[in-house]
């Protein structure tokens, strides 16, 4: 497994013990079968819980960091609003196609404010995709960003664009 990636599972119910953490587990599992060693966080849907954790990942050498859950409309969803100031590059297109993928069976799926982007551009950067916490769409995330990231990373640390 080359690239180095950590799921962080954004849940009030899972953080108390009230629920299952599913969609966490299923990340790791896609997201190895795209070649990608992940480890697995949980935390509650509080903005500097969600914060701490993605600046976690990034000082512990993840290059992906992926977050599940907290991307809706609801006022205990707080993921986008956590990650945003740490992105110093949106890649809204990724984003705009994780929800597309999504809306093919659930149409619900353009509701999620998941933000996808890079914590910089050059050697160190990150990569941070927030999908929506049900196991859909952490698959459907998983199916565009996947077959990506690698990529995404050579390019911030000077690869050619071939």
């Known amino acids: 497994m080359g690239l180095a990636a950590r799921v962080i599972t954004v849940s009030d119910r899972c953080a108390r013990g009230e629920a299952e953490d599913r969609s966490g587990p299923l990340a790791l599992s896609l997201l190895a079968g795209h070649g990608i ?5 949980l935390v509650p849907d509080d903005i500097p819980a969600i914060r701490a954790a993605i600046r976690s990942a990034c000082e ?6 992926l977050t ?3 991307t809706g409309v609801s006022p205990r969803d707080n993921t986008p609003e956590a990650t945003a100031p740490l992105l110093a590059v949106r890649i809204d297109g ?5 929800r597309r993928r999504g809306e093919a069976s659930v149409p619900a799926a353009c509701l999620s404010r998941g ?3 890079v914590t910089e551009r050059g050697p160190g950067g990150v990569l941070v995709v927030n999908a ?8 459907d995330a998983v199916a565009v960003v ?13 690869g050619d664009h071939g």
């Open 132 to 139: 929506p916490g049900s196991c859909g769409g952490v698959a």
């Open 37 to 41: 060693s992940a480890d697995l966080a």
């Open 94 to 98: 990724l984003a705009d196609a994780v």
């Open 146 to 158: 996947g077959p990506l990231a690698a990529h995404i990373i050579d390019q911030l640390d000077g």
């Open 60 to 65: 512990a050498g993840a290059r992906l960091v």
């Open 115 to 117: 933000l996808v982007g």
């Open 68 to 70: 599940t859950g907290g």
